[in-house]
C-alpha cells in the first residue's frame, strides 16, 4: 500500500513528465505528411522500402536523400549523412569519366571502387574512409536513360572491405542487401508501422504501413527474411 508521502512522490513525478511533455510539444513542431508529400519521393517513402531489383529511379540527390528521412527541399553535392542509421552515409556516384575521380561499378553490382586520380588526395581518401567515415553506404548510380537524360539508380546498402581496399588502394565495397527501409521524415507525423523484415545478420531491411504491401513483399520473399509484426 502507498503511503501519503509515496503517492505524493507520485504526483510529483506526475506533474514532473507533463512539463517534460509539454516542453516537448513546444519544442517539436510536427506538419502532417500531405503537406509535404510533394517534395519527397512519397511512392518509396510510403512503401517503407528500396528494393534495387525494382529498377528504382530518383532525380536528384535531394530525393535520394529524402527516401532516408533527409526532408531536403534543395541539396548541393554528391550525397549526405543518413539521419536515421547513423552508421551510413548516402551516395550518389558517377561510374564514367569524372573530372578527378575514377570510380566502378561492377556489372553485377555486387561491388563497386572509390579512386581519386591524384595519388596524394587518394591515399588521404583511403585512409578518412577506413578509419573515420562512416563503412557502409548506401548507393545510387548517377547514369544516363534511353531519353538522353541522368537519373540515380538505387542499387543497394554496402561495406568498405578493408583488406581489397588496403590491396588494391582504392576505397572497396562489397554489396551487403539490395534492400534498404525508406524513412518520414522526423518532423511528419507518419503512419503506424505493422511489420517489419529483417534479414539474417539482424539489419532491419524494410517496414511496413499497408497490409497489402506486407503481403506482396511476402510472396516475393517468403523464405528470405524474418518478420515481426508490430
Not at 55 to 84: I, M, P, W
Not at 187 to 214: C, N, Q, R
Request: charged content about 30%; aromatic content about 12%; overall charge neutral.
Amino acid at each position: 500500500m502507498n503511503t501519503i508521502d509515496d503517492i505524493e512522490i507520485i504526483r510529483a513525478n506526475q506533474y514532473e513528465a507533463v512539463d517534460v511533455i509539454d516542453k516537448r510539444k513546444k519544442e517539436d513542431v510536427y506538419v502532417s505528411w500531405e503537406s509535404v508529400r510533394d517534395q519527397n519521393p512519397s511512392e518509396y517513402i510510403e512503401k517503407g522500402y528500396l528494393d534495387a531489383d525494382e529498377d528504382v529511379r530518383l532525380r536528384t540527390v535531394a530525393e535520394c536523400c529524402n527516401c532516408f528521412g533527409a526532408g531536403y527541399k534543395g541539396f548541393q553535392g554528391s550525397g549526405a549523412k543518413h539521419k536515421f542509421e547513423e552508421d551510413t552515409d548516402i551516395k550518389r556516384l558517377k561510374f564514367y569519366p569524372n573530372g578527378e575521380w575514377d570510380n566502378r561499378l561492377t556489372l553485377d553490382g555486387n561491388r563497386f571502387t572509390e579512386f581519386h586520380i591524384n595519388s596524394s588526395e587518394n591515399e588521404k581518401y583511403v585512409q578518412s574512409r577506413i578509419t573515420e567515415l562512416n563503412q557502409k553506404i548506401a548507393l545510387f548510380s548517377h547514369e544516363k536513360t534511353s531519353s538522353a537524360k541522368y537519373e540515380a539508380i538505387f542499387k543497394g546498402l554496402y561495406r568498405v572491405n578493408t583488406e581489397e581496399t588496403l590491396k588494391s588502394k582504392k576505397v572497396t565495397y562489397d554489396r551487403i542487401s539490395k534492400i534498404m527501409p525508406t524513412y518520414y521524415p522526423k518532423t511528419v507525423l507518419s503512419p503506424k508501422v505493422i511489420a517489419e523484415a529483417y534479414d539474417k545478420t539482424g539489419y532491419m531491411i524494410a517496414h511496413f504501413y499497408e497490409v497489402e504491401v506486407l503481403k506482396a513483399f511476402q510472396q516475393r520473399h517468403a523464405a528470405d527474411y524474418i518478420y515481426r509484426m508490430k
